[in-house]
DNA sequence: GCCAACGTTGGC
DNA sequence: GCCAACGTTGGC
């Protein structure tokens, strides 16, 4: 990790895909996004950036592991089945709509960085994204926040 | 292009 | 379950 990393955050519900299935399966499609704003953040990822792990919709919400992308451009094959939720009748084969990234697993935070613990280390920060109402499941992280949430974490860890 | 109605996300 | 903050849809 440098100075010139770049990180993103995507969400996932751990009751749908959590950090202990990424952790079992080592690596991942992230497909099944649907949101054009985050299908663009996504286009925009590169190899070895990387990504903050965020349960989202469960208690209590948080940052709770990292993780990097190893591929990028690949077509999320989700649109395609019709058996998927994701399925997207509109989408065709020669002009794919949705498409996604291949993350690895690199680890679990050992403690939790909660929603809680970000709004109220970032109040001030207009660079955070993540905020009540932003719906957002995909976003990029300024460098310098990135750092910021990470000595965040060791604080945590260092005061248990 | 406007906008009302509706749907979704996700914290609380 | 509530609701804020969006995004999407479709009539016009």
């Given at each position: 990790m440098t100075e010139k990393t770049r990180f993103w955050l995507m969400k996932s519900e751990p009751n749908a895909y959590?950090?202990?299935?990424?952790?079992?399966?080592?690596?991942?499609?992230?497909?099944?996004?649907?949101?054009?704003?985050?299908?663009?953040?996504?286009?925009?990822?590169?190899?070895g950036d990387q990504v903050f792990f965020y349960h989202s919709n469960c208690k209590p919400p948080g940052i709770i592991g990292l993780m990097e992308v190893i591929e990028t451009n690949?077509?999320?094959?989700?649109?395609?089945?019709?058996?998927?939720?994701?399925?997207?009748?509109?989408?065709?084969?020669?002009?794919?709509r949705w498409d996604c990234v291949k993350v690895k697993y690199l680890k679990k935070f050992e403690e939790l960085l909660s929603l809680k613990d970000i709004n109220?280390?970032?109040?001030?920060?207009?660079?955070?994204?993540?905020?009540?109402?932003?719906?957002?499941s995909i976003m990029p992280i300024m460098t310098n926040i990135a750092m910021e949430l990470?000595?965040?974490?060791?604080?945590?860890?260092s005061s248990k």
């Open positions: 959590s950090i202990d299935n990424l952790k079992n399966e080592g690596t991942t499609l992230w497909d099944g996004i649907r949101n054009y704003q985050a299908r663009n953040f996504m286009r925009e990822m590169q190899i690949l077509i999320d094959p989700t649109q395609f089945d019709r058996k998927s939720n994701y399925f997207d009748q509109k989408s065709k084969k020669e002009n794919p109220e280390s970032f109040k001030e920060s207009e660079l955070l994204l993540i905020r009540k109402g932003n719906r957002l990470l000595s965040k974490l060791n604080e945590i860890k």
